[in-house]
Nanobody, 115 residues
């Protein structure tokens, strides 16, 4: 059974940093791509960043220059370094991995940016 488990969320003040991690298990083939999505209350889930097996990245405009996605391909693990956090970044962050055309999601981790 494929599982993705996120960690690293929490409460942080505006301007602060957090690092999210997502570890996959039960997958035979490497995810391509892996990514982070987020969903704020009353809003649709949106792409934050994604990274291919080859290392190509794609970011939402709202996080460019502040967030960095990286992965350990051999371990099917993906990270999201979030700097200069803003209250608008408050959301549940979900990890997603795609393998052979099928999407797998983690359970989500809450990120709250507030003073």
């Amino acid at each position: 059974q494929v599982q993705l488990v996120e960690s690293g969320g929490g409460l942080v003040q505006p301007g602060g940093s957090l690092r999210l991690s997502c570890a996959a298990s039960g997958i035979i083939f490497s995810f391509n791509p892996m990514g982070w999505y987020r969903q704020a209350p009353g809003k649709q889930r949106e792409l934050v960043a994604e990274i291919t097996r080859g290392g190509s990245t794609n970011y939402a405009e709202s996080v460019k220059g502040r967030f960095t996605i990286s992965r350990d391909g051999a371990e099917n693990t993906v990270y999201l370094q979030m700097n200069s956090l803003k209250p608008d970044d408050t959301a549940v962050y979900y990890c997603k991995g795609t393998s052979i055309g099928r999407a797998y999601w983690g359970q989500g981790t809450q990120v709250t940016v507030s003073s």
